[in-house]
């Protein structure tokens, strides 16, 4: 069974083709600048046949006609014709109270996606285009299935997930913490049960994706407890652009000395903040460090408030926990950035860690255990993979139908 995976954003279309007998990946594109004058399409096949140019895309339609094709080219394609194509699963951001599981796809599923659009302005709307254009160029005869990243989360006590909000906003907007990166939580705590040779029913568990989004999750016995992200993706810790948990006070403070509206004031936090904002330098990382090691104090500020922040949330989900066994790092900087988790995992021996720093510095984008053999907790990077966490909902699911 080959299932073709989609995330569809405003503006952008990520797809990988996933072989499920053996469950690789055949290939993998991306179309860019949907919408615009001109955009970018391209295609790689996992034995290493790539193709990128440019064309304009007026719609989610067409970049979807992009991708058929590129499955079908003589130069790059991977099927002989789209019947091999067995179903598609899509990546939808905000499932709210409404899904708590994956789902086929009928018309009453993109009704109620579309109806929590509020909830995620851009994600939802662009899934909801996405899905319907899917269909147009791949016809209603293929069946479709759509992963929620809030789904994970659905297992969150109402103590964790609300809000110290007056309770008639709950009940009138539902306003409550949702969660993301759901499947890539999901998928590396499933992992680290696996190479530790346990049971993840068994397990305390706390999982950290960071990327340019980042969240942090406690898992008890498989099932979320806690999570750093909110009502949206804005909360929790610094992020690239995001300014992660704030005291409320610092919002209307700016806004009144600012003289800013509640759009400017969602663009500031979510775009010109974070990383970017305290450094100066860029949102991305890398450019971050080459500024630390280059001697910019507000770039060394900017890691140092990243680390610290990152590890009041591992101590508050502990605490939470009653414990852990295993700490996961994952996601861009997760995986790579061996020297934030070096200084995340600092000081951590009241809770049993003992890193090995040899094994840090080796597992740079590669998955690794990086605790000593005498860490009371283990201590891994694992690579995400989202993708066949979709994949095998999607499999799961056409399955039973």
């Known amino acids: 069974m080959k299932i073709l995976v989609i995330n569809a954003g405003s503006s952008s279309l990520k797809y990988q083709l996933i072989d499920m007998d053996n469950e690789q990946m055949l290939c993998k594109g991306n179309c860019e600048k949907i919408g615009l004058e001109m955009g970018i399409f391209g295609h790689k ?12 895309m007026k719609n989610h339609t067409e ?4 991708v058929k094709n590129a499955l079908l080219d003589e130069e790059v394609g991977v099927v002989k014709n789209l ?36 909830l995620a302005p851009l994600h939802n709307s662009a899934h909801v285009q996405g899905i319907r254009a899917c269909i147009n160029v791949f016809g209603k005869e ?10 994970f989360h659905s297992t969150m006590p109402q103590h964790a997930y609300m809000f110290a909000v007056p309770y008639e906003y709950y009940e009138k907007y539902q306003i409550r913490r949702y969660g993301f990166h759901g499947s890539s939580h999901r ?13 993840l029913k068994d397990m305390k568990v706390i999982t ?46 700016i806004a009144e000395k600012e003289n800013l509206s509640p759009k400017q004031l969602d663009d500031l936090f979510n ?27 507000r770039a060394k ?24 066994d295993a700490i996961v790092f994952t996601a861009g900087l997760g995986e790579h950035q061996w020297m934030h988790r070096e200084a995340i995992m600092k000081d951590m021996e009241y809770l049993g860690v003992e890193m090995d720093q040899e094994a840090n510095l080796k597992a740079v984008g590669v998955e690794g255990k990086i605790s000593s053999e005498n860490s009371k907790v283990a201590v891994y990077v694992i690579p995400t993979n989202e993708e066949l966490v979709i994949a095998r909902d999607t499999k799961a699911l056409v399955e039973k139908m």
């Not at 990546?91 to 579309?114: K, M, N, Y």
């Open 271 to 297: 775009k010109k903040s974070g990383l970017l904002g305290i450094s100066g330098v860029s949102s991305d990382d890398r450019d971050v460090l080459a500024a630390e090691r280059a001697g910019n104090p």
């Open 187 to 199: 998928y590396v705590s499933a992992r680290v049960a696996e190479l530790e040779g346990k049971d």
């Open 301 to 324: 500020l900017a890691h140092e408030m990243l680390c610290y922040q990152i590890k009041k949330f591992i101590g508050s989900y502990a605490a939470a926990l009653n414990g852990v």
């Open 45 to 56: 096949t996992a034995d290493g046949r790539e193709k990128k140019y440019d064309v304009c």
């Open 142 to 151: 293929v069946p479709e299935v759509v992963v929620f990243d809030t789904a």
């Open 208 to 253: 950290c994706h960071i990327g340019n989004g980042s969240s942090v999750t406690a898992i008890q016995g498989g099932k979320v407890i806690d999570t750093s992200m909110g009502l949206t993706p804005l909360d929790g810790f610094m992020m690239g652009t995001r300014t992660g948990t704030l005291d409320p006070s610092v919002v209307t403070y």
């Open 63 to 66: 970049a979807f006609e992009q």
């Open 83 to 118: 019947e091999e194509v067995s179903a598609i699963g899509h990546r939808i951001v905000q499932g709210g109270a409404l899904f708590s599981e994956s789902v086929i796809v009928t018309d009453e599923v993109i009704d109620g996606i579309e109806s929590l659009i509020p």
